[in-house]
């Protein structure tokens, strides 16, 4: 079951680190990936949704010791 608590781990990281990514770079994700006129409106999803997959992966580091196999 250790496995288990690796893959958390890691799944944990990764959701961590895209959304420091999407915080961090939206604007030009949203200049590149997307064709609408509103690029300040897209920017704010990006970072919303940055922001919401940090809290979970924070979540899921967190919380993964106090889950019992």
Do not use: C, H, P, W
């Amino acid at each position: 079951m250790e496995i288990l608590k690796i893959v958390l781990i890691l799944v944990g990281f990764i959701l961590l680190a895209i959304g420091v990514v999407f915080i961090y770079d939206a604007r030009k994700i949203t200049q590149k990936r997307f064709s609408f006129g509103d690029r300040n409106e897209g920017a704010k999803v990006l970072k919303f949704i940055g922001f919401i997959m940090s809290i979970v992966g924070s979540l899921v580091i967190i919380f993964q010791n106090n889950i019992s196999y």
